[in-house]
C-alpha cells in the first residue's frame, strides 16, 4: 500500500480552500496535514513539518507564494510544489517557475481536473494548464533564441520530441500515451530523460528551457 503524500494547502479564501480540502481528500494518494490562509501561518506549519506536496495560491494577504516556493525548495527539495492560482501572466508563470514550482494550474478547472492534474504529478509528471503551456511558447516566439541555440542539435529522440511537442499542447500523460500508442508509463520515463537533458525537474521547466534553447517552436503544432 502506498503511503499517501503529507500536502499543505495555502488559500487565503476559506470556501475556495475547503473546496480544494474536499478534492485533494477524496484522493487515497493524499493526505491533508495542514492548511494555511497566508504566508506566516504556512511558515510556522513548516517549522513543524514540511509537506511532501505544496498546493498554494500566490497572491495571499501577507505576501506571495512564490516566496514559500522558494523557500519549501530550499528546505525540502525533494517537496513537490503545484501553483493554484487565477494569475496566468507571464512574470507570475516565468517566477513560479523558476522558485521550483513543479506545476502550474489555473483556478478555472474542474475537481475533477485538479484530481487528475495531481494523479499526473504523482506519477511522474509536472500538470501544467493547457493555457499556461501555450503561454510559455507563445512568449518565446517573439523572441528568437540565440544563434548558438539555434544551430545546437537537438538531444532529444524522435519519440522524446513528440512527447515533449504533445504535452506542451497541454495533453496529460495518458493522452500521450494513447496518441502514440506507449503506456503513461512509457511516456513518463521518456519525459524523465527530457528532463535530465534538460537540466530540469518539471514539465513547464522543460517547455521553457526547450523553447529558450530553440529546441521547441510553436512551428511544431
Do not use: W
Not at 499517501?4 to 481528500?25: G, K, N, Q, S, Y
Amino acid at each position: 500500500m502506498v503511503t499517501p503524500r503529507r500536502t499543505m494547502i495555502v488559500e487565503d479564501d476559506p470556501d475556495t480552500r475547503a473546496r480544494f480540502v474536499a478534492t485533494l481528500e477524496a484522493m487515497p494518494e493524499l493526505e491533508i496535514a495542514a492548511t494555511a490562509g497566508g504566508c506566516s501561518e504556512a511558515r510556522a506549519c513548516f517549522e513543524r513539518e514540511l509537506p511532501e506536496l505544496l498546493v498554494t495560491d500566490l497572491g495571499l494577504p501577507d505576501g506571495s507564494g512564490i516566496d514559500l516556493i522558494s523557500e519549501l525548495r530550499r528546505r525540502s527539495p525533494k517537496s513537490e510544489i503545484v501553483v493554484i492560482t487565477v494569475f496566468g501572466d507571464e512574470r507570475n508563470v516565468i517566477r513560479s517557475i523558476e522558485a521550483g514550482a513543479s506545476g502550474y494550474l489555473l483556478k478555472a478547472g474542474e475537481a475533477e481536473d485538479l484530481q487528475r492534474s495531481m494523479r499526473e504529478l504523482l506519477d511522474g509528471g509536472s500538470p501544467v494548464s493547457p493555457a499556461i503551456a501555450r503561454h510559455l511558447l507563445r512568449r518565446f516566439r517573439s523572441e528568437p533564441p540565440p544563434a548558438q541555440a539555434r544551430a545546437a542539435t537537438s538531444p532529444f529522440s524522435s519519440r522524446e520530441r513528440e512527447v515533449l511537442t504533445l504535452a506542451a499542447k497541454g495533453f496529460t500523460f495518458p493522452e500521450i500515451g494513447e496518441i502514440l500508442g506507449v503506456t503513461a508509463h512509457t511516456v513518463t520515463t521518456h519525459m524523465r530523460r527530457i528532463y535530465r537533458k534538460l537540466e530540469v525537474s518539471s514539465k513547464g521547466e522543460a517547455i521553457y528551457e526547450a523553447v529558450n534553447q530553440g529546441l521547441l517552436t510553436l512551428e511544431d503544432d
